[in-house]
């Protein structure tokens, strides 16, 4: 089992719609949830973080935890072509050296005009 | 354009050069970080530094040699890397590498090719 499990799509959703982004974690452990956007040959980008079970929002991001459920997510409301990367997961972790940070697959979104 | 600046942004070398990637923030972070990214691949951790003194090595082969002279300052000397090395190198940093819950900034990467 991958520490970090997410879709590698693609997922494909029109302008103007929703993206939904899923991701689980087999650590009960974990302890900060992260999602980094990626563009093609670029370095991730921090995009949300979160910490506690709920949601938290940013703009047109939003960002749910469930640690019982060992699930993150996030939301894009009104999705944008400029939307299209892939979206990393990552979650952090304390470890006998310090704090250490595991990043899914990645799911890679298109917003289609 | 990031807070953390890595150079060079692209680098060739032969499997028998030494050269050495450079990565420096000015935000005062005191936890930085290496990771290797390859194509199509999440990044994967190499090494964390947390008030300049190395806290984690992910088992990295030692033709990887990482340096951390202050805490704005972070290196990554190579030797003798094979093909396989051939990757996009990313340097990130944290507020405080103990702190719970610090979001990592990436730099732009360094895109090294071994011939």
């Known amino acids: 089992q991958k520490e970090v499990e997410q879709n590698s799509g693609p997922l494909s959703v029109p302008e103007g719609a929703i993206a939904s982004l899923n991701c689980t974690y087999s650590?009960?452990?974990?302890?900060?949830f992260f999602w980094y956007r990626q563009y093609s040959g670029k370095s991730p980008e921090l995009i949300m973080s979160?910490?506690?079970?709920g949601d938290k929002e940013d703009g047109r991001f939003t960002a749910q935890l469930n640690k019982a459920s060992q699930y993150v997510s996030l939301l894009i409301r009104d999705s944008q072509p400029s939307d299209s990367a892939t979206y990393l997961c990552?979650?952090?972790?304390?470890?006998?050296?310090?704090?250490?940070?595991?990043f899914g697959t990645g799911t890679q979104l298109k917003v289609e005009l | 354009d990031t807070e953390v600046t890595q150079t060079p942004k692209h680098l060739v070398m032969g499997m028998t050069n030494k050269k050495s990637l450079k990565c420096e923030q000015h935000?005062?972070?005191?936890?930085m970080y290496w990771y290797k990214q390859k194509a199509k691949k999440p990044p994967e951790l190499m090494f964390v530094?947390?008030?300049?003194?190395?806290?984690i090595n992910e088992s990295v082969p030692s033709r990887f040699s990482p340096e951390c002279p202050n805490s704005s300052l972070l290196n990554l000397h190579l030797h003798a890397l094979q093909p396989e090395d051939s990757a996009l190198y990313l340097c990130?940093?944290?507020?405080?590498?103990?702190?719970?819950?610090?979001?990592?900034?990436f730099g732009d990467g360094t895109r090294l090719s071994i011939l």
């Open positions: 990130a940093s944290s507020k405080d590498e103990q702190g719970l819950g610090q979001p990592q900034h």
């Open positions: 650590d009960r452990g974990s302890q900060s």
């Open positions: 979160i910490y506690s079970n």
């Open positions: 990552a979650v952090m972790k304390l470890t006998g050296g310090g704090n250490k940070l595991t």
């Open positions: 935000m005062g972070h005191r936890a």
């Open positions: 530094y947390s008030y300049e003194k190395l806290s």
